[in-house]
């Protein structure tokens, strides 16, 4: 299902207007209606917004082959922690991190419940900021390289 197909159904389901949903993410209802026709996609930091509008998961509104709209719904908090803390670059490396571990527990004899999944998630943050704090304590800060 495509990004804009999702939008309008997910609107609908929650029973927002597209005034109420630009209210609701702070753009415009020209944005929404653009959205919702194809005619533009939101840039990450809307597309994490309108997820959370819409009560569905960042991945599922960003890849069209995602059917299911709370896939991916209990890594968002940890993948926001560490956006918060680390910047999107951080963000993105645990958030493949953790969808390469939910692909390693997929399919088989093993799945894994809610509380299980969400202790395993909970622990592989923890470990990924443990060692970001030790990298900037070793290394530091990044440093942005303009001259003065």
Known sequence: MKFSDKIVLQRKRNGLTQQALADEVGITQRSVAAYETGNAHAHKKTLRKLAEVLHVSYDYLLNDDIEDPSYG???????????????QKAAEDLDRILEQSNQLFAGGNLTLNGEVKDMFYQAATKAYILCKQEARKTYGRKRNKKTP
């Open 73 to 87: 719904l209990e890594k968002m908090g940890y993948v926001d922690q560490v956006r918060d803390q680390f910047g």
